[in-house]
């Protein structure tokens, strides 16, 4: 299982910054890489930004400098900081967990960003 944890996303001013968070359960093992994807009403699912078990890291042409994704092994858990945020950055977020026998999706979090 996948979950969304202290962080639901919501509505922040361009200009401002916010965190997502995604762990995955214990039950999910040998993690291969954790990936960020958000979607926006009417547009295809895009690929933000994704990490693998060391370390290496892939952005959006997009987002990048404005947004990190980093990963605490231990915890389990794949962090996405968006910094500079911008109305077009305004999408659902979702966090997909690449494991050796499957992919695990987490339900998505609906990042807002106003003008």
């Known amino acids: 299982h996948v979950q969304l944890v202290d962080s639901e996303g919501g509505l922040v001013q361009a200009g401002g910054s916010l965190t997502l968070s995604c762990a995955a359960s214990k039950s999910i093992f040998r993690i291969h890489a954790m990936v960020w994807y958000r979607q926006a009403p009417g547009k295809q699912r895009e690929l933000v930004a994704d990490i693998t078990r060391d370390g290496r890291t892939n952005y959006a042409d997009s987002v990048k400098g404005r947004f990190t994704i980093s990963r605490d092994n231990a915890k389990r858990t794949v962090y996405l900081q968006m910094n500079s945020l911008k109305p077009e950055d305004t999408a659902r977020y979702y966090c997909?967990?690449?494991?050796?026998?499957?992919?695990?999706w987490g339900q998505g979090t609906q990042v807002t960003v106003s003008s």
């Open positions: 997909e967990v690449e494991s050796l026998l499957k992919n695990y």
